[in-house]
């Protein structure tokens, strides 16, 4: 964030955006075993330990022989083939927390065999240990950090019961022994983190989506049906004129809902500032509220081009058809003041009514406030403040940079 908008964010009135939802405690929380679509968390973990088997293997017999790896090959084999039918049961319905019981206890019993099979080098393990780390892999992703850790924690006893079942102590002397044991131990924790990192990301994508579909019911669907449902002087005595004004005004919901539906993602443009909010004057228009457009001169640029961002003239746009929305919906006028001009930096947008106002002290920021609007302009880089006076309208100052980093 540039220090202009740093001092933006820190003015009086200055509209907070929710902070991030995701949190360490969260990722360690996360249990996506009864969760839709938990099963498929599974196939990356599974495809790593069947891919990651015959490679470690074979680097084994190249920096080995083929003498005495026979066993080995076997074990491997076997532990292939039940990890593919695991699999392919997940794919078949198989419960998701059976096929974490199960995988677990292949990880186990497979690297106590191999801890038990003579070979030509203590090394031979590091095959199958490959195995494990895929195990605390599936955990960390299917039930979160805490099991992930779990798993890595019996991963710890079963290396300890290999080490106490062998010679390796007496062969390679207990410093060659504790550094190979806290090597294995660091695989494991490796295998967290990475799932940890996978977790958040799938997280973060998750969220934005759940916030977005939310922003977009909230800014579209419900202020069209609280538009309906504005008791307008008259209604009663022009009740056929308000039914026919309530089916043009869902009429051409519809239509925009189905533009907006089958247009392509790649197509997809927004206009300039300037004709945004002009466009937004006339959708307000027919629910009811006059605009006032005061647009400083050179806004647009002599080729209409205002400087933004797709991303953040949507954003900028998004933001002042809630804030007109508001007016609508609170102020107890029909009319309001939109001024638009640059600065070096960026431009500003003010929203400006003459209605009711209230008492920001009083006033607890609503969904419209925190997401469609402080939030909406925090995630390009921009600000939001709002300023109040009860019997003394409202005001909805927006900002947005013209260069720089979109996120913040």
């Not at 599936?138 to 099991?147: D, Q």
């Not at 967290?192 to 934005?208: C, T």
């Not at 607890?364 to 403040?385: D, K, Y």
Request: glycine share 12%; net charge neutral.
């Amino acid at each position: 964030m540039s220090a202009r908008a740093a001092e933006r964010a820190g003015r009086p009135g200055a509209l907070v955006a929710p902070a991030g939802r995701t949190r360490i405690r969260d990722l360690a929380a996360r249990d996506w075993s009864g969760a839709d679509g938990a099963e498929y968390a599974v196939f990356l973990p599974l495809a790593f330990q069947i891919g990651v088997l015959p490679a470690a293997a074979l680097v084994y017999v190249g920096g080995f022989g083929a003498s005495g790896s026979l066993a080995i090959l076997a074990l491997c084999a076997a532990l292939v083939a039940a990890t593919a039918g695991l699999g392919f049961g997940a794919l078949r319905g198989v419960p998701v927390r059976m096929v974490l019981l199960v995988d677990a206890l292949l990880a186990v019993a497979g690297n106590l065999a191999m801890g038990a099979i003579s070979t030509p080098s203590v090394r031979a393990v590091e095959v199958s240990w490959q195995y494990f780390a895929g195990c605390v892999a599936l955990w960390t992703l299917v039930r979160g950090v805490a099991a992930g850790l779990g798993a890595a924690s019996l991963g710890m006893v079963v290396r300890l019961a290999m080490i106490a079942d062998s010679d390796a102590v007496r062969s390679h002397g207990v410093a060659m022994v504790t550094a190979s044991f806290l090597g294995d131990v660091a695989v494991l924790l490796v295998a967290v983190l990475v799932s940890a990192g996978v977790l958040a990301v799938l997280e973060r994508d998750a969220e934005r989506l759940r916030t977005g579909v939310r922003r977009s019911l909230h800014d579209t669907v419900l202020q069209t049906l609280e538009a309906i449902a504005l008791t307008l002087p008259g209604d009663a005595d022009n009740a056929a004129r308000r039914l026919r004004e309530v089916r043009a005004v869902a009429h051409a919901e519809a239509v925009a809902l189905r533009r907006e539906l089958s247009r392509r993602t790649a197509a997809r443009s927004t206009p300039s500032v300037v004709e945004g909010l002009v466009g937004l004057g006339t959708e307000l228009a027919r629910d009811g509220l006059r605009m006032r457009l005061d647009a400083a001169e050179g806004v647009d640029g002599a080729d209409g081009d205002d400087g933004l961002t797709p991303q953040r003239r949507a954003a900028v746009l998004a933001a002042t058809r809630e804030a007109l929305r508001n007016v609508l919906k609170h102020s107890g006028v029909a009319e309001a003041l939109v001024r638009v001009w640059d600065e070096p930096d960026g431009l500003t947008v003010v929203v400006r009514d003459f209605g009711a106002g209230f008492d920001p002290a009083a006033h607890q920021p609503g969904f419209g406030l925190s997401e469609s609007i402080a939030a909406r302009m925090a995630e390009v880089g921009g600000t939001a403040g709002v300023g109040s006076r009860v019997g003394n309208g409202t005001s909805v100052t927006l900002w947005v940079p013209v260069d720089g980093d979109e996120t913040v």
